[in-house]
């Protein structure tokens, strides 16, 4: 047991709730609503759903840290990495009957020869301290940022590995430019994220030790900083590798919300810049490679309606070429992305490959990106005055009128296919003369 060491940030925070419990009747505590709505779960209309999982997740979120967002206690048991002892601050999940599917959880703060005692909410009806047995524990987990020497997580996976590699490629070293919007930066960990990583309060100014210590940041840290707060947050995991190594890039270069709003434009999901279970059915319905090449024309859109394109332009787009290039040569190189063309509709397969150059989005970005460039130069040499600016607008007027056209070219083609498809198939006579 290691309880020597000083609590982390979630447990000062989680004990400043101590005796919050649930109120009598139809009244809701707010506070205990608040967890829900910390971890995703804003639906919840009532106090009395079990919220020991919910109290672990809104502590852990308020700490910069990433939960399993979900209400079950043993959804824990897959969450960061596992301790062989305990320490102050672990999550302990523990069985409850014989129920496989039932559990409690909470945080250590101190541990006997029979009992370890937790500091969790929904402990009779209260956030309080109470003993639970040792025979009953199903396991200690431990954040995979905060992980010491000698203390190993489950190995990371291959594509993982892949898509962090060449992030890391394109991210390079310490960056502090003053137009870059993320500010200081070391291998695409910013400042902000780095300090959410360690538990320094994000609020207070950056000092000389936390800018040195970001310049010097550990490979375990940084793998295991990425992999919880972009790879896991992102849902990366759950998508196809390909899929997967693009959405990646995007989540680090462009935020996570934002990223996953990408990605539900590519596969055509509700957008609403959250990772849930219709995104994923979505992801997975779609063909890979149509997913990537609209994924890849959305980030290329995006890039050209930036203010700073003109700084970071050139570094933006061959960025992208590099990952969709990577992604591409993944996709085709994985079996089940070939099962998943050969299983797709026809018609999908014969609407997409038959595309006329202009409703190419990507093609498009290519000749505004190289106009923006040339007509502002050329221009003035003939009694003209065009600006990048000018030239970017009339690309995103073009862009949107090739949408609008596509969308009701579709919208005609579908209708049409469903008149033909109520008709009644009749037999006609045919004389064949030889």
Same mark, same amino acid.
């Given at each position: *047991?290691?309880?020597?060491?000083?609590?982390?940030?979630?447990?000062?925070?989680?004990?400043?709730?101590?005796?919050?419990?649930?109120?009598?009747?139809?009244?809701?505590?707010?506070?205990? *609503?608040?967890?829900?709505?910390?971890?995703?779960?804003?639906?919840?209309?009532?106090?009395?759903?079990?919220?020991?999982?919910?109290?672990?997740?809104?502590?852990?979120?308020?700490?910069?840290?990433?939960?399993?967002?979900?209400?079950?206690?043993?959804?824990?048991?897959?969450?960061?990495?596992?301790?062989?002892?305990?320490?102050?601050?672990?999550?302990?999940?523990?069985?409850?009957?014989?129920?496989?599917?039932?559990?409690?959880?909470?945080?250590?703060?101190?541990?006997?020869?029979?009992?370890?005692?937790?500091?969790?909410?929904?402990?009779?009806?209260?956030?309080?301290?109470?003993?639970?047995?040792?025979?009953?524990?199903?396991?200690?987990?431990?954040?995979?940022?905060?992980?010491?020497?000698?203390?190993?997580?489950?190995?990371?996976?291959?594509?993982?590995?892949?898509?962090?590699?060449?992030?890391?490629?394109?991210?390079?070293?310490?960056?502090?430019?003053?137009?870059?919007?993320?500010?200081?930066?070391?291998?695409?960990?910013?400042?902000?994220?780095?300090?959410?990583?360690?538990?320094?309060?994000?609020?207070?100014?950056?000092?000389?030790?936390?800018?040195?210590?970001?310049?010097?940041?550990?490979?375990?840290?940084?793998?295991?900083?990425?992999?919880?707060?972009?790879?896991?947050?992102?849902?990366?995991?759950?998508?196809?590798?390909?899929?997967?190594?693009?959405?990646?890039?995007?989540?680090?270069?462009?935020?996570?919300?934002?990223?996953?709003?990408?990605?539900?434009?590519?596969?055509?999901?509700?957008?609403?810049?959250?990772?849930?279970?219709?995104?994923?059915?979505?992801? $997975?319905?779609?063909?890979?490679?149509?997913?990537?090449?609209?994924?890849?024309?959305?980030?290329?859109?995006?890039?050209?309606?930036?203010?700073?394109?003109?700084?970071?332009?050139?570094?933006?787009?061959?960025?992208?070429?590099?990952?969709?290039?990577?992604?591409?040569?993944?996709?085709?190189?994985?079996?089940?992305?070939?099962?998943?063309? $050969?299983?797709?509709?026809?018609?999908?397969?014969?609407?997409?490959?038959?595309?006329?150059?202009?409703?190419?989005?990507?093609?498009?970005?290519?000749?505004?990106?190289?106009?923006?460039?040339?007509?502002?130069?050329?221009?003035?040499?003939?009694?003209?005055?065009?600006?990048?600016?000018?030239?970017?607008?009339?690309?995103?007027?073009?862009?949107?009128?090739?949408?609008?056209?596509?969308?009701?070219?579709?919208?005609?083609?579908?209708?049409?296919?469903?008149?033909?498809?109520?008709?009644?198939?009749?037999?006609?006579?045919?004389?064949?003369?030889?």
């Amino acid at each position: *047991m290691d309880f020597d060491k000083t609590p982390p940030v979630w447990i000062n925070k989680a004990l400043r709730f101590l005796y919050i419990k649930e109120a009598a009747g139809l009244v809701n505590n707010p506070v205990i *609503m608040s967890f829900y709505k910390d971890v995703k779960h804003a639906g919840i209309k009532g106090d009395e759903t079990p919220w020991c999982a919910a109290f672990v997740g809104a502590l852990l979120e308020r700490s910069g840290l990433i939960s399993t967002r979900s209400l079950l206690a043993r959804s824990y048991l897959e969450w960061g990495a596992p301790l062989e002892t305990a320490r102050i601050g672990a999550i302990a999940i523990f069985k409850r009957g014989a129920d496989q599917t039932k559990g409690h959880v909470g945080f250590v703060m101190g541990q006997d020869d029979t009992q370890v005692y937790i500091l969790g909410g929904n402990q009779s009806d209260e956030v309080n301290i109470q003993p639970f047995k040792i025979k009953d524990l199903l396991g200690f987990r431990w954040p995979t940022v905060f992980l010491e020497v000698g203390q190993k997580a489950k190995p990371y996976s291959d594509v993982f590995k892949l898509a962090l590699r060449e992030v890391l490629k394109m991210e390079g070293g310490w960056s502090d430019h003053p137009k870059d919007p993320g500010g200081a930066t070391n291998q695409g960990i910013t400042l902000k994220t780095y300090q959410h990583a360690i538990e320094v309060n994000v609020i207070a100014p950056p000092n000389k030790k936390l800018i040195e210590a970001l310049k010097t940041i550990s490979k375990a840290d940084l793998e295991a900083i990425y992999f919880t707060l972009y790879w896991q947050k992102s849902g990366c995991s759950q998508l196809p590798e390909p899929l997967a190594v693009m959405h990646f890039d995007a989540s680090v270069n462009h935020g996570v919300r934002r990223a996953i709003q990408f990605l539900q434009q590519s596969v055509g999901a509700d957008v609403d810049g959250e990772w849930g279970p219709l995104t994923k059915a979505k992801a $997975e319905a779609e063909n890979i490679q149509d997913a990537l090449s609209s994924y890849e024309e959305i980030r290329r859109r995006y890039y050209l309606s930036r203010p700073h394109f003109n700084s970071f332009g050139k570094g933006w787009l061959k960025r992208l070429s590099h990952i969709y290039q990577i992604a591409t040569s993944l996709n085709k190189s994985t079996k089940s992305s070939d099962i998943t063309k $050969e299983t797709r509709p026809m018609t999908t397969q014969s609407t997409r490959s038959q595309k006329w150059w202009g409703e190419s989005l990507t093609i498009w970005g290519t000749i505004v990106t190289a106009l923006s460039t040339v007509l502002p130069l050329v221009a003035p040499l003939f009694g003209f005055d065009i600006t990048t600016d000018m030239v970017q607008q009339f690309g995103a007027t073009v862009t949107q009128l090739i949408q609008i056209i596509g969308g009701l070219t579709g919208t005609s083609m579908a209708l049409y296919g469903r008149a033909r498809a109520g008709t009644h198939l009749t037999r006609r006579t045919m004389n064949v003369k030889l």
